[in-house]
């Protein structure tokens, strides 16, 4: 979905030229806000596992925390009209994306059922106030991290983060405010794995590694590394982490595969091996062929057509 409704882009504008007919010069901040938008809990919502080690790394970045609960419709507006990078979790209050300013990043925590059941609800308020809208995805709070929750059993559940991720966001945010830096960092880390100068990109990587964990190129170059030190099962672990960014970048599924095989670790065999065949059954089929291997339990073999037999 590329395109809004004209009316949508009219209620913006109405309501953002009330929002500065009512300003206080006052009370208007000095510079842009970061906002994270928290939601209070009730019985029926589930939070976010490990919220703490969020919001901990968001003041860091000088977020502020707030909840829409609190604030009148005119006021949610006047706050979001304020910043310049906006995080939250999927939910009603997303619709007041429509009053950030061009060019405001907004993260939304999404999950991958959510983005199964509700992805581009919020498209045609990005694209009326033109800002660069994310959907960040992390785990479900749910046992199996393999399966997605069934909606009409279990609702939506709720998000858990763990410290890796909270860092990738970290990452993401900071591409944002320091964009030229970042630009200057991937051209830099591409041009030295490119020349297997890995002495030099493993100095670059153990400097900013903060800045780019959130791309998966990063956790490559990180197992080009290990493995040019001999460290394979290194390797394994940052291509697994790649993994984890990109599950359908073939290349890097049949790598971790091969290395997974090799060092004879099952239960990284089988982590990769499930996003192979969940996101392409056919090509892990014949990957798995020319390698010699049996299919993963689950999977049924080929029935030949009639007219193969």
Not at 191 to 199: C, E, H, P, Q
């Amino acid at each position: 979905m590329n395109s809004y409704a004209q009316p949508l882009r009219m209620l913006r504008d109405r309501v953002v030229a009330r929002v500065q007919e009512t300003a206080d010069d006052q009370a208007a901040p000095a510079k842009s806000r970061r906002l994270y938008v928290r939601r209070k809990q009730t019985g029926r919502l589930r939070g976010i596992v490990n919220e703490d080690l969020l919001i901990e790394m968001l003041d860091g970045l000088g977020f502020e925390t707030v909840y829409f609960e609190d604030h009148n419709v005119l006021e949610q507006a006047r706050l979001m009209s304020q910043a310049e990078i906006v995080v939250s979790v999927h939910g009603a209050g997303m619709t007041n994306m429509l009053y950030v300013p061009e060019g405001c990043l907004v993260v939304e925590l999404s999950s991958l059922q959510i983005i199964m059941l509700r992805f581009g609800d919020f498209n045609p308020l990005a694209l009326a106030s033109k800002a660069k809208y994310l959907h960040f995805v992390v785990d479900h709070d749910w046992p199996d991290q393999e399966t997605i929750p069934d909606f009409k059993t279990n609702s939506i559940v709720g998000l858990k983060v763990d410290e890796l991720a909270v860092q990738q966001l970290r990452a993401r945010l900071l591409q944002h405010v320091e964009e030229v830096e970042f630009e200057t960092l991937m051209e830099e880390g591409r041009s030295l794995n490119d020349a297997s100068d890995f002495d030099a990109l493993a100095e670059l990587l153990d400097d900013y590694a903060g800045r780019l964990l959130h791309k998966a190129d990063m956790h490559v170059w990180a197992a080009n590394c290990a493995a040019s030190g001999g460290d394979f099962h290194g390797a394994l672990d940052h291509l697994l982490r790649a993994v984890r960014l990109v599950p359908m970048r073939q290349s890097l599924l049949e790598r971790g595969l091969l290395l997974a095989h090799r060092l004879g670790q099952k239960i990284a065999f089988n982590a990769i091996t499930s996003d192979y065949f969940c996101h392409s059954e056919s090509a892990a089929r014949s990957f798995f062929a020319e390698n010699g291997w049996g299919l993963p339990d689950g999977i049924e073999p080929d029935v030949p057509s009639v007219a193969e037999k």
